[in-house]
């Protein structure tokens, strides 16, 4: 099913892209560590940022590459916002068929257009989906692969519980599969593959690396939470997503009483999301945050990652 992965990844994972954190020193680290290192267009700012972004990445995989044939070094992907408000959409997608992006992640929109240029270069396209309703259209626009984010995922997250998400979807979709939601732990990924996914999304994990674009604090917010803080709101974007309650105390907020936010307000591409956001300072995250304990470099979270993986396996084998 993922023969187009074959032998590129250690583990399969992607990174997820994640809202100013994920730049291309993340995306590199975690591509050169063998899992699939992933970045939204919109965090290259200005527009033509983008284009030295991809050119950096392509070349810098490639010759990682070259130099070494035997190791297994993943493609990246990039995210595109399909929203109608996003006026960078046709220039960031042009830019992803210019340079050849492997893999493009969309989401908030169905992506029937999109699906037709990555496609016409040989490209894949996985969408992030948080109910089946979406997951339905996105499978009717001829994605390759769906990404499940569920209940407690970091960001724009869904309400559903991953066994009911994977299940009802496997109903009527059979190809690719990645499942999102609080995952950090190497046996969590081998535990999304035991429920009928094929890859893991992991995103929090990474907010606590050093190659990561955030603020120190943000790090350590993340480093020092738990599951119990992190706050399910709409306010900051009009869809639901998942923040740290320390960032939204510390904008003044209460986190028991936040208003439902605007979903009509929703902007992003130059129309709004390149400019200064009153809710910049509230940072997201998951329910995985009690799992991390510490701020390392992100091929040091793939080793353990893997590390765990391989030894959960082996317990299960002895098990069986």
Same mark, same amino acid.
């Given at each position: @099913? ?9 583990? +399969? ?15 590199? /680290?975690? &591509?050169? /560590? ?18 030295? *972004? ?23 992907? =990039?995210?595109?916002?399909? !929203? +109608? ?5 046709? !220039? ?18 169905? +992506?029937?257009? =999109?699906?037709?240029?990555? !496609? ?6 996985? $969408? ?6 979406? /997951?339905?259209?996105?499978?009717? &626009?001829?994605?390759? %692969?769906?990404?499940? =984010?569920? !209940? ?42 035991? @429920? ?6 992991? %995103? ?18 993340? =480093? ?15 869809? $639901? ?37 009153? *809710?910049?300072?509230? *940072? ?10 510490? &701020? +390392?470099?992100? %091929? ?21």
């Amino acid at each position: @099913m993922l023969d187009w992965l074959e032998g590129t990844l250690q583990l +399969p994972v992607i990174g997820s892209p994640m809202f100013i954190v994920s730049g291309p020193e993340l995306v590199l /680290a975690q &591509c050169q /560590a063998g899992i699939v290192g992933a970045f939204p267009a919109l965090n290259a700012r200005p527009a033509g940022e983008l284009a030295t *972004w991809l050119e950096r990445i392509t070349t810098e995989l490639a010759a990682c590459r070259r130099v070494d044939p035997e190791r297994r070094v993943a493609p990246f992907a =990039v995210n595109l916002i399909v !929203h +109608p408000s996003n006026d960078r959409l046709d !220039h960031d997608l042009e830019l992803c068929a210019e340079f050849r992006v492997p893999i493009v992640i969309t989401s908030l929109h169905a +992506p029937d257009r =999109v699906v037709e240029r990555v !496609h016409a270069y040989g490209g894949r396209v996985l $969408h992030d989906v948080t109910t089946l309703r979406h /997951a339905r259209k996105a499978v009717a &626009c001829g994605v390759d %692969g769906l990404i499940l =984010v569920c !209940h407690g995922a970091g960001g724009h997250a869904g309400r559903l519980n991953p066994f009911a998400f994977v299940a009802e979807v496997r109903r009527f979709f059979d190809g690719p599969l990645v499942l999102a939601g609080a995952i950090t732990r190497g046996e969590h990924v081998l535990a999304a593959q035991a @429920m009928g996914a094929d890859l893991a999304y992991v %995103g929090t994990r990474f907010i606590a690396t050093r190659e990561a674009n955030a603020p120190s604090d943000y790090k350590q917010m993340v =480093v020092d939470a738990a599951a119990e803080d992190i706050v399910y709101t709409s306010l900051f974007t009009g869809v $639901h997503g998942n923040y740290l309650r320390a960032s939204i105390e510390r904008a003044g907020l209460d986190p028991a009483a936040l208003p439902e936010g605007d979903k009509t307000a929703m902007r992003y591409g130059t129309a709004g999301g390149s400019k200064p956001k009153a *809710w910049r300072d509230i *940072w997201g995250a998951g329910q995985g945050v009690g799992a991390i304990g510490d &701020c +390392p470099g992100a %091929g040091e979270v793939i080793a353990e990652l893997v590390r765990d993986y391989r030894a959960a396996q082996r317990r299960l084998g002895a098990a069986g």
